[in-house]
């Protein structure tokens, strides 16, 4: 089955300390992988998408995220994290006219 | 432009009502998409309309139902509520394109009693 499967439930970063979300899929020859974020209460906001071309993608707010076919991978990272970053981010996978979700990663900043 | 509209934001049921949920999407978007989130389950996927027509169902009960119409506003509609049908609905709509990105709305809160 095309799946995505994010293995980190938790992380905790430092403000100002690089972050990098783990994402993996299992999907066809062209997967078309997004990166969602979710404040507590909201909707899901679009950060980034692959559908093909250049394996390293920019997004919204700073992140960015890399493509790896040899891994099955599609990471999300940012440099340096800002206390607003704290949230919830999921990695999704689409086929079918649907979106198939991880189980996503909630990120906490600290001071 | 605006972005998805979803109403009401926030509903409370009780156990064997029905409800109804509603969605507008961006315009110029045709496919509208609905999904569930659970603490338990995480995000799924219920199902997808393009031009009034059901293209892709996830794996619920009958009980859950959806329509679009011809202006691409949906709905989805609950019947005979369960306790566990208490989740965050989301809608999302989507530009004219097979597996492209999909825009979300804030969400329908149901809480069922």
């Known amino acids: 089955a095309q799946s995505v499967t994010q293995p980190d439930i938790h992380i905790t970063v430092s403000e100002g300390a690089s972050l990098e979300l783990r994402c993996n899929y299992s999907?066809?020859?062209?997967?078309?992988l997004f990166w969602y974020v979710q404040s507590p209460g909201q909707g899901l906001q679009l950060l980034l998408k692959?559908?093909?071309?250049?394996?390293l993608v920019q997004g919204i707010k700073g992140f960015e995220a890399e493509f790896k076919r040899s891994q099955s991978s599609f990471n999300l990272r940012k440099p340096s994290v800002h206390w607003s970053d704290a949230a919830e981010y999921f990695c999704a996978g689409a086929n079918d006219y649907k979106l198939s979700f991880g189980a996503g990663t909630t990120v906490t900043v600290r001071a | 432009k605006a972005g998805v509209t979803q109403t009401p934001r926030y509903l409370i049921k009780t156990r064997g009502q029905q409800v109804t949920l509603s969605c507008s999407p961006i315009?110029?978007?045709?496919?509208v998409s609905w999904y569930q989130q659970t603490p338990g389950q995480g995000l799924q996927f219920l199902f997808e309309y393009f031009s009034e027509t059901q293209r892709n169902k996830g794996n619920f009960p009958g009980r859950f139902s959806g329509r679009q119409f011809s202006n691409s506003r949906s709905e989805m509609n609950v019947s005979t509520l369960e306790l566990g049908d208490s989740a965050l609905y989301l809608c999302?709509?989507?530009?004219?394109?097979?597996?492209?990105?999909?825009?979300f709305g804030q969400g329908t809160r149901l809480t069922v009693v």
């Open positions: 999302a709509s989507s530009p004219p394109l097979r597996n492209t990105e999909a825009f």
């Open positions: 692959y559908f093909s071309g250049d394996t």
């Open positions: 315009s110029g978007h045709r496919s």
């Open positions: 999907y066809g020859a062209t997967p078309y």
